[in-house]
């Protein structure tokens, strides 16, 4: 990789250097590819949102839903890129500031402050139907950001990132060392959904030179579409 990263943005600017495939996303017959180079983007475009235009700051409880969705994926990274702790949950506690969630499994009921709705269709530039009052579309308002996130406060070292009390400065070493790979690609299956795991083995394997491959379901991941991708299971 030609150099060591020693924290999530390091990892990301090395991740951005790859014109090669970061992360697949499978669907039915839905596939994305997003080179390393694109997934970065996509990765301060979101943190940039989160910042600007929903008002996050460092140390504040963002909320994900478990629900497996590649844009889910990048906001939980523009998330620890911001700063925040994420959490994920169907049913977030009031002190959660956003919750994010895919169209069609709706978390309407949820305390967040605000709700982030994410478009599920690969093309899609904005959800398909009616949103909650005060909800906003991701799809939508990430399309505006710059493409590097300018926030200028660095996330405090010690201070919590995820469920299991992993710190901000210990996110990059534990995801390389759940990675468990040194290259290639590999299927990661969410059997129990999106969540801390499943988020730091992404970050190890992309951040090491693989490619991961990720799935709407279980019965995404066939064997003829784990040939396609040459990818071994993980």
């Known amino acids: 990789m030609g150099r060591t990263p020693t924290d999530l943005a390091q990892a990301l ?10 992360l697949i996303w499978r669907d039915g017959a839905e596939r994305v590819e997003l080179s390393g180079r694109v997934l970065v983007n996509w990765v301060e475009k979101a943190a940039g949102l989160l910042v600007d235009e929903l008002d996050v700051v460092a140390s504040d409880v963002l909320t994900i839903s478990p ?3 590649w844009r889910l994926a990048v906001l939980t990274f523009a998330a620890l890129r911001a700063g925040a702790r994420v959490d994920f949950t169907r049913h977030p506690e009031p002190d959660s500031v956003v919750h994010a969630y895919p169209e069609s499994h709706p978390d309407d009921d949820a305390a967040a402050q605000t709700l982030l709705v994410v478009a599920e269709p690969a093309l899609a530039f904005e959800c398909s139907g009616p949103l909650p009052r005060g909800a906003v579309d991701f799809c939508d308002e990430v399309r505006a950001q710059p493409d590097m996130y300018e926030g200028l406060a660095n996330p405090e070292p010690d201070s919590v990132a995820l469920p299991s009390g ?25 059997t129990e959904g999106w969540g801390e795991n499943a988020a730091l083995r992404t970050l190890g ?20 579409v784990l040939d396609q991708e040459r990818a071994t299971r993980g």
């Open 13 to 22: 600017q090395t991740v951005a250097e790859r014109p090669t495939p970061a």
């Open 67 to 69: 629900v497996p969705h």
């Open 166 to 190: 992993v710190t901000h400065a210990e996110v990059l070493p534990r995801a390389l060392e759940l990675a468990g790979t040194d290259g290639g690609t590999v299927y990661l299956p969410l």
């Open 205 to 224: 394997i992309i951040t090491a030179g693989g490619a991961v491959v990720l799935t709407a379901r279980p019965e995404d991941a066939t064997a003829a």
